[in-house]
């Protein structure tokens, strides 16, 4: 928890973003204009479960209006208010700008504990609030489309789009309403992994930048760092998965809500996901050391510490013991503003979550395209494509026979070259390039301005600038 002199979420939230402003020229008043959020309705309402009516209290806030529709994750948790999706909602304006999902930012949220009710009641409780929400458009193929952020999943989202459906039966459109759905109910491939396999990129792409790993006092790529993650949810999950199974990188801790996992050797992320599943939680793993204060291995060593559970939880109170050289948040605001200045002066480097997590809302992005053309990517031109790779291998293996035992085809080539891209190699050819493509704004940015200390800062300047120029072109 967070020290009682740290500002709120949504103070940090402003606070990065008066930082930013202060380094930009921006038109009396836009600045304003772009930092309030446009409008939050709450709702109350009940459902009749186990016997009596229980009252839940749901928001949705919608940040910026520069684009529609706006967009941004329904959470499910008890720590819900409107500060907090107010401060959600103006990140995910950022975090769009800087991706450049043509998005304004909104994000939404249902007081309650998803694991107190069983399946039957969170569908009955999540098809009202996708009611409530619905008839006053916010929900809404070209207004706005929420996805899945902490406590909701693709179940969830499939509820929603079948609850919009209903009640808009000639809405030809009606499957764009919502992101992260299932496969079979409108989603597309790579949907789940994809803010972790965002972080993968984000890192991939910052280890590609000498100058910057330097920075932070690492060398390098990422085979062999030591990576500590919290929260081993849908994000963080993905994360270390990819990052332990196809960078090298070694997963050394893991804290959960009930403790944590260390184990210098490395530890098996896909065994302890399944144990969580079975156990609902950490404890009795046998391959690694349980430590039950979980957020004391936020401190631990490491060369990558990744937050990806929940915000805050790097704050003035542990700031200074934190060890990691590099922060990549998974999160949304892990790391408060207090705690980012003490960091930044340790020269502690941090990579932002308007940046690191937005793998998420890029393949959302590609998913509502993808619902409004009807059409699965790579349906049109995946067998053209391998047609024409055909005359390249015809061509080759003629070469082969001629050139005899002086040269041949390599055993796979074939096989590799010949095979069209599928909708998952395109969500994911699409996503790292969005990663690396924003990644290397924010780079320029850090790099070529002395006024500028850090990737947030820079991160901040580039999508401001973007959401000034959009308000700009309509003559606001
Ligand atoms: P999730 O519900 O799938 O997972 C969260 C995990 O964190 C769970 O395993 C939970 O047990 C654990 N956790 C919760 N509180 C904790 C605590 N205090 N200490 C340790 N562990 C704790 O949620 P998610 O979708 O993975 O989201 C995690 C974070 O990533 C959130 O901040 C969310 O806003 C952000 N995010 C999610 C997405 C997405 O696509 N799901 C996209 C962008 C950002």
Redesign the pocket.
Known sequence: MSPRNEPSFRQSVDLMFNRAVALMDLPPGLEEKIRVCNATYTVRFGVRLRGRIQTFVGYRAVHSEHMEPVKG?I???QGVNQDEVEA?AALMTY?CALVEAPFGGSKGGLCIDPREYDEYELEMITRRFAYELAKRDLINPSQNVP???????EREMAWIADQYARMNTTDINARACVT?KPIGAGGIAG?VE???R?IQYALREFFRHPEDVKKAGLSGDLEGKRVIV????????HAVRFLSEEDGAKIIGI???DG?LLDEAGIDVEAVHQW?VKHG?LAGYPDARHVAD??AVLEHECDILIP????G?INLGNAKRIRAPLIIE?????VTAGADEVLRERGTVIIP?LYA?????TV?YFEWVKNLSHIRFGRMQRRQEEARHQLVVNELERLDRYLGDAWSISPDFKEKYLRGADELELVRSGLDDTMRAAYQSMHEVWNGREDVPDLRIAGYLVAIERVARSYRAKGL
């Open positions: 994750g959470r499910y948790s959600l975090k996805a899945p952020d902490m406590g909701t999943s992260g949907r994809a803010t972790g965002g919290q929260g081993l949810g849908n994000v963080g999950y804290i959960e809500r944590a969580i939680g979980g957020s990806a559970a929940v915000e939880v998974a999160a949304n605001g892990p979550d997590n937005a793998g998420g809302v959302s």
